[in-house]
T-cell receptor, first 115, second 111 residues
Framework: NAGVTQTPKFRILKIGQSMTLQCAQD?????MYWYRQDPGMGLKLIYY???????DKGEVPNGYNVSRSTTEDFPLRLELAAPSQTSVYFC??????????????FGPGTRLLVL | GQQLNQSPQSMFIQEGEDVSMNCTSS?????WLWYKQDPGEGPVLLIA?????ELTSNGRLTAQFGITRKDSFLNISASIPSDVGIYFC???????????FGTGTRLQVFP
């Protein structure tokens, strides 16, 4: 298994541009998550999904959109990039129905710089 | 929103020393997880704790689920340079479907 994969690894955007951060997992996990990690800070939940077709807002959803058309993929969309969205973005997945408790598995991250 | 407080925020230690860090919550948790994030990488699960008082080891790492269910501790014995990174605690409160993450403890090990 490749686990959780994210693309691209690094991207520079101009203010106002849009982009999609890709995330895929091959572990057949129901739950998927998007976090952002600002320099020197912890993880903040942006959006999450408990299954295909279901998404919910996390702590910091403004400026982002997500979709979950398949179990494997959970893309994160930035419509109008702003400097405040400069961060490292982590995708994670888990399957609480298969394990005793929910342990999340993280991708390697996408580093985004908005200038 | 609910928060987990980790302390210390950062540690600078010499190779071979033992390390202790903790995580506290204002409310009870059902599970506690400890993750490590290497520089430039995503967090990786180290230890998962499922019941109050549980003590679990993973090599040189030992973590405990506090009796009050409001805290957890992580100890690293005989630190080595590859222990460098950020250590995050995370937990599930009863009935919650999302993990809550701590703010992280940044560990630096000097040879």
């Amino acid at each position: 298994n490749a686990g959780v994969t994210q693309t691209p690894k690094f991207r520079i955007l101009k203010i106002g541009q849009s982009m999609t951060l890709q995330c895929a997992q091959d572990m057949n996990h129901n739950y998927m998550y998007w976090y952002r990690q600002d320099p020197g800070m912890g993880l903040k939940l942006i959006y999450y999904s408990v299954g295909a077709g279901i998404t919910d807002k996390g702590e910091v959803p403004n400026g982002y959109n997500v979709s979950r058309s398949t179990t494997e993929d959970f893309p994160l969309r930035l419509e109008l990039a702003a400097p405040s969205q400069t961060s490292v973005y982590f995708c994670a997945s888990s399957n609480p129905y298969r394990e005793i408790t929910e342990t999340q598995y993280f991708g390697p991250g996408t580093r985004l710089l908005v200038l | 929103g609910q928060q987990l407080n980790q302390s210390p925020q950062s540690m600078f230690i010499q190779e071979g020393e033992d390390v202790s860090m903790n995580c506290t919550s204002s409310s009870i948790f059902n599970t506690w997880l400890w993750y490590k994030q290497d520089p430039g990488e995503g967090p990786v699960l180290l230890i998962a704790l499922y019941k109050a008082g549980e003590l679990t080891s993973n090599g040189r790492l030992t973590a405990q689920f506090g009796i009050t269910r409001k805290d957890s501790f992580l100890n690293i014995s005989a630190s080595i340079p590859s222990d460098v990174g950020i250590y995050f605690c995370a937990g599930h409160s009863p009935g919650a479907d999302k993990l809550i993450f701590g703010t992280g403890t940044r560990l630096q090990v000097f040879p």
